[in-house]
């Protein structure tokens, strides 16, 4: 492990802005991470895949790419395993290792940007998945102590796109690995969303295997959004708003045919995209913003 000076972030986030960390370090194990930390250079930025910051100057202090590898299967039981997945490792990538050895639960969340240890911080989320429902467990170190930590699923305090590190957790710890608890047999298919039924009618699949959502989803976000390689952008990031069902009436007197998800206690989801759509926001540019 080496800590440098004056690096470009430009590599490291999927909106391609150019800024330089005054010093940085790459690290690969727990024992680099604490050596960093025992630099005592400070304030700490923790960076992951870069594809959830978005960069408007130059940050102070030490940034810390998170480049934690390695995917272990840490228990195996009758009809599912646990896997302990390094933090740095591509989200995505992980998602195609388990789709490709018959292990299933996180198809759905195909294609989210991003890295294995940011997914519990946003509790990601996509097409009626979110990472809570196959949690378990991750592992992280204070970074005021370099001590250690055990996370459960109730310690991440999960809700809508929120977790306990983006409250009082938020910039306190840097995640090293990530426990997920997936199917080897009898899977759970969820194709609740219009979308992933309509891509798998179109392609003609009538008994759709983890193979085939994942394929979906692929399909679908790739018609959404584009390429970070090529346009500059942090993929979906906009909360669906859940509101009252009377709310949804009143929309609906104006569009009738507003798109929408059921929900407990007799609330509804509306897409933010359909609500911008309508907004005339799509498309909206401001410069080289858009």
């Given at each position: 492990?080496?800590?440098?000076?004056?690096?470009?972030l430009?590599?490291?986030?999927?909106?391609?802005?150019?800024?330089?960390?005054?010093?940085?370090?790459?690290?690969?194990?727990?024992?680099?991470?604490?050596?960093?930390?025992?630099?005592?250079?400070?304030?700490?930025?923790?960076?992951?895949?870069?594809?959830?910051?978005?960069?408007?100057?130059?940050?102070?202090?030490?940034?810390?790419?998170n480049?934690?590898?390695?995917?272990?299967?840490?228990?195996?039981?009758?009809?599912?395993?646990?896997?302990?997945?390094g933090?740095?490792?591509?989200?995505?990538?992980?998602?195609?290792?388990?789709?490709?050895?018959?292990?299933?639960?996180?198809?759905?969340?195909?294609?989210?940007?991003?890295?294995?240890?940011?997914?519990?911080?946003?509790?990601?989320?996509?097409?009626?998945?979110?990472?809570?429902?196959?949690?378990?467990?991750?592992?992280?170190?204070?970074?005021?102590?370099?001590?250690?930590?055990?996370?459960?699923?109730?310690?991440?305090?999960?809700?809508?796109?929120?977790?306990?590190?983006?409250?009082?957790?938020?910039?306190?710890?840097?995640?090293?690995s990530?426990?997920?608890?997936?199917?080897?047999?009898?899977?759970?298919?969820?194709?609740?969303?219009?979308?992933?039924?309509?891509?798998?009618?179109?392609?003609r699949?009538?008994?759709?295997?983890?193979?085939?959502?994942?394929?979906?989803?692929?399909?679908?976000?790739?018609?959404?959004?584009?390429?970070?390689?090529?346009?500059?952008?942090?993929?979906?990031?906009?909360?669906?708003?859940?509101?009252?069902?009377?709310?949804?009436?009143?929309?609906?007197?104006?569009?009738?045919?507003?798109?929408?998800?059921?929900?407990?206690d007799?609330?509804?989801?509306?897409?933010?995209?359909?609500?911008?759509?309508?907004?005339?926001?799509?498309?909206?540019?401001?410069?080289?913003?858009?």
């Open positions: 492990m080496k800590i440098q000076k004056d690096i470009s430009l590599p490291y986030n999927t909106f391609g802005i150019s800024v330089a960390a005054a010093h940085f370090a790459e690290v690969h194990s727990v024992e680099e991470l604490r050596e960093a930390l025992r630099s005592g250079i400070r304030p700490v930025f923790v960076l992951g895949g870069g594809s959830n910051v978005l960069f408007t100057q130059a940050p102070e202090g030490l940034v810390l790419k480049a934690l590898l390695g995917i272990k299967v840490a228990r195996r039981f009758k009809n599912k395993i646990w896997v302990e997945i933090a740095g490792e591509v989200w995505h990538d992980f998602v195609l290792w388990a789709v490709k050895n018959g292990f299933g639960g996180v198809e759905n969340l195909s294609l989210i940007p991003g890295s294995v240890g940011a997914a519990p911080v946003q509790n990601i989320g996509a097409y009626g998945v979110e990472l809570k429902d196959v949690f378990v467990g991750l592992r992280a170190v204070e970074l005021a102590t370099g001590k250690e930590k055990y996370f459960s699923r109730a310690d991440c305090q999960f809700g809508y796109r929120d977790s306990l590190f983006k409250k009082e957790g938020k910039g306190k710890y840097c995640i090293t990530v426990t997920l608890s997936l199917t080897t047999n009898t899977h759970r298919i969820n194709t609740s969303y219009g979308d992933i039924r309509k891509t798998l009618e179109i392609n699949v009538a008994a759709p295997t983890i193979a085939d959502v994942s394929r979906a989803v692929i399909e679908i976000r790739s018609s959404k959004l584009p390429d970070p390689a090529k346009i500059g952008n942090c993929g979906s990031f906009f909360k669906n708003p859940e509101t009252d069902r009377s709310v949804l009436e009143r929309i609906r007197q104006t569009h009738p045919n507003a798109p929408h998800f059921d929900l407990p007799k609330k509804v989801k509306i897409p933010a995209g359909w609500l911008i759509e309508q907004c005339g926001w799509k498309g909206k540019r401001v410069g080289n913003t858009g």
